[in-house]
């Protein structure tokens, strides 16, 4: 006779792949990308701009041709031995950059409102993110327990997607984020999953060393650590237990990233040696010796400006869509968020909510001070909620350009300066357009070192060498 536990328990392993199988089944949308088939080995970009992320120029009337994956050869239109089977791109009035790096992309997240329950379908959140020149994401904390699995799959060709960093589940403190955030948004049906594969609890400086030697063995490319009380009610991670956690991954040979919101929050992690903020200072106005002492860490930011400015304006007015999010989105998703129901928040999150609206000044100033003090900004999007993958990134550069960055220093921040963080090498494979690099590319109308908008107006995408094709949302 068969247990009851016993059958629970198989029931609860069982859970999580018909959740994926459910959510998988209720997708009925056409795919965003698609790969021709087969692939071409030669691909020739003609009369194109190739744009420098070093320098921020461009030098027009070039011929860029891909071979195996890779750069073959760069020279002036017309001059290059170019295989007669090679297939032709016009670049005619358009720029040829590296494709774009997402350095705070979630896979796992949904980013339909919290209130309506929707499942995340990763596969969907991958095509996405190409769709609109994403080509790199570090995801640092999944909300699914298969993100290493994902990781792989994607490597191996099996699954269409960016070249994904993972961190796996975030470590954080009992009832600290995002465990306040997924009891009060996320559908009580679904909490305790999310809770399970999103989270680790740390309490001890035993629990500390434990919890990365039993993530370390999925080869994680990050450890993720949650420094920041959201909402302000909730605890965070003791120093002590940062420094913990540092100290373990480093000795293991992996990186430490860490959610702060607060200066003490960057100081605290950057004492203990936290390899990079994975927000800017958003919780308050800074000075510029704070500004210095954070820079003396030596560590890089990335900013998420969007997340923050999605929170602190939902419900305070109708959400505008950008081009990309109406193609990459069913305009009813989008319409979602143009008013919270009654009830939808908890009172804990109203004020965290109202809190964000009364800093939003001071986050361009912040993030002013943090440049002009040394700190390297990378650019993200923090995918979740109100924050979709892929135009999540483009709205996260026109922030950066609004907070004083150049438009050629946003596109570094999303290309170069990513590269370098996530290979730990001056010169990567992927984030500039040379000959020998990986091809992973994104045409654009007109330049977007210029205007930032042009970002938006992809011709085309290429990853891994692979030209993509693009099939937009068939909104009204």
């Not at 960016?162 to 403190?173: D, F, K, S």
């Not at 420094?227 to 040979?253: Q, T």
């Not at 993030?367 to 650019?379: K, N, P």
């Not at 979709?388 to 150049?406: D, I, K, Q, S, Y």
Request: net charge negative.
């Amino acid at each position: 006779m068969r247990s009851p536990r016993n059958s629970s328990l198989r029931l609860i392993r069982a859970l999580p792949l018909a959740l994926s199988l459910l959510a998988a089944c209720s997708d009925k949308l056409p795919p965003l990308i698609t790969l021709p088939q087969p692939p071409p080995r030669n691909v020739v970009f003609r009369r194109v701009a190739v744009l420098d992320v070093v320098s921020g120029t461009s030098r027009p009337g070039l011929d860029v041709l891909v071979t195996d994956a890779r750069i073959a050869a760069i020279g002036a239109h017309g001059t290059l031995a170019v295989p007669s089977e090679a297939i032709e791109v016009d670049g005619s009035g358009a720029t040829l950059l590296p494709g774009l790096v997402d350095t705070h992309g979630h896979v796992g997240n949904a980013s339909t409102p919290a209130w309506a329950g929707e499942f995340p379908d990763p596969e969907r959140n991958l095509q996405s993110y190409l769709y609109c020149g994403v080509t790199t994401v570090l995801d640092p904390a999944d909300m699914a327990s298969e993100a290493f699995e994902r990781r792989g799959a994607v490597a191996a060709g099996k699954l269409p997607g960016p070249t994904i960093y993972a961190a796996g589940p975030m470590l954080t403190a009992p009832g600290g984020h995002p465990i306040p955030a997924i009891e009060a948004l996320a559908p009580w049906w679904l909490r305790w999953y999310v809770k399970r594969d999103a989270t680790r609890i740390v309490d001890s400086a035993q629990d500390a060393r434990s919890t990365v030697t039993e993530l370390a063995d999925k080869a994680p490319d990050f450890i993720k650590l949650s420094v920041d009380s959201i909402p302000e009610s909730a605890p965070r991670l003791r120093k002590e237990l940062i420094g913990a956690v540092v100290d373990e991954a480093h000795s293991r040979g992996l990186r430490a990233v860490a959610h702060v919101g607060s200066y003490a929050d960057a100081v605290d992690a950057g004492q203990a040696g936290i390899d990079a903020f994975m927000h800017m200072i958003y919780k308050e106005q800074i000075s510029a010796a704070q500004a210095a002492t954070i820079a003396s860490f030596h560590v890089p930011m990335v900013a998420t400006i969007g997340v923050f400015e999605s929170y602190a304006l939902m419900g305070e007015r109708k959400r505008e869509p950008t081009d990309l999010e109406m193609q990459t989105v069913p305009v009813a998703e989008l319409a979602a968020f143009d008013s919270v129901p009654p009830g939808a928040v908890s009172g804990d999150f109203l004020r965290y909510f109202e809190l964000l609206r009364s800093v939003r000044r001071q986050w361009h100033q912040n993030l002013s001070l943090l440049r002009e003090g040394g700190v390297t900004i990378l650019a993200g999007s923090d995918t979740q909620s109100g924050v979709f993958p892929g135009p999540g990134l483009h709205r996260e550069l026109a922030l950066l350009v609004e907070t004083g960055m150049t438009p050629a220093q946003a596109l570094r921040a999303a290309t170069l300066e990513p590269a370098r963080f996530l290979t730990r090498s001056d010169d990567p494979d992927f984030g500039t357009v040379a000959v020998g690099k990986r091809a992973d590319l994104l045409l654009v109308e007109g330049n977007p070192a210029f205007n930032i908008s042009a970002l938006a107006r992809i011709r085309a995408v290429m990853k891994n060498g692979v030209l993509l094709e693009r099939h937009p949302v068939a909104n009204p």
